[in-house]
């Protein structure tokens, strides 16, 4: 299984590589968000917590014009049917996820290096709590986007229905890396933010399960 998945990881990956649909669409909001972030400041002074903030809300809107791909680009090119016929449905999420793991974590350190060049008031006393909250708000946001592209795939409305039905699934998690990259800028100990943190590994588990238990459904319909 694990092989079969890796193989349809390396056909999308390549393909995304030749194409370049998704990686121009994340490079191109990337950097009209940030600049119109920039632009909108100006001189004014932010506090750090303001700064976080703003950084998941780059991630968010970046992530809305690029990880809905996953199935479509199938639907798009008639391969989904092939799909269906040659691997299992829990084959074809994990190709998937792997994907659309690697595409958020690239899209999110690009992000996280430029603005944290860019915006000085975006400062992270306690670094190893933020780094862990990152890997798995990305990770939450990968199977997220996974499934719901998947739900979506067939929709005619598409580029409207990806962010109307990621929004509410995405609040949750959004609010709790916000909370929890604010807690890491006033540099407060893991004790203080345990609550949070063990909140967004109890919303991945969730997800990953509520995923791979219904994706089976969603797939053949």
Do not use: H
């Not at 968010?60 to 996953?70: E, K, Q, V, W």
């Not at 595409?103 to 290096?113: D, E, G, P, S, W």
């Not at 499934?147 to 979506?152: D, E, G, K, Q, V």
């Not at 791979?212 to 053949?220: A, G, R, S």
């Amino acid at each position: 299984m694990f092989r079969r998945a890796l193989w349809l990881f390396n056909k999308d990956l390549t393909s995304e590589l030749r194409t370049r649909y998704a990686i121009n669409a994340l490079a191109m909001f990337i950097i009209v968000t940030i600049s119109v972030i920039m632009f909108a400041i100006g001189q004014e002074t932010i506090s750090a917590a303001l700064a976080g903030g703003l950084l998941w809300v780059v991630i968010f809107f970046s992530a809305m014009s690029g990880l809905s791909r996953a199935f479509v680009s199938e639907e798009e090119r008639g391969t989904s049917l092939l799909l269906q016929l040659v691997a299992s449905p829990t084959v074809v999420l994990t190709g998937k996820l792997f994907y659309n793991l690697i595409l958020v974590f690239a899209m999110n350190m690009v992000i996280l290096v430029l603005y944290s060049a860019l915006f000085d008031a975006f400062v992270l006393k306690n670094v190893y709590i933020f780094f862990f909250s990152f890997v798995l708000g990305n990770t939450g946001l990968a199977f997220a986007s996974t499934i719901i592209a998947s739900i979506i795939a067939k929709a005619n409305s598409k580029g409207t229905l990806y962010p109307v039905l990621s929004f509410p699934i995405l609040l949750p998690l959004l609010l709790m890396l916000v909370e929890i990259t604010k807690r890491c800028s006033e540099g407060v100990k893991f004790e203080d933010i345990a609550p949070e943190f063990f909140a967004l590994v109890s919303y991945n588990v969730v997800i990953a399960a509520v995923s791979y238990m219904l994706f089976d459904f969603i797939w053949k319909e």
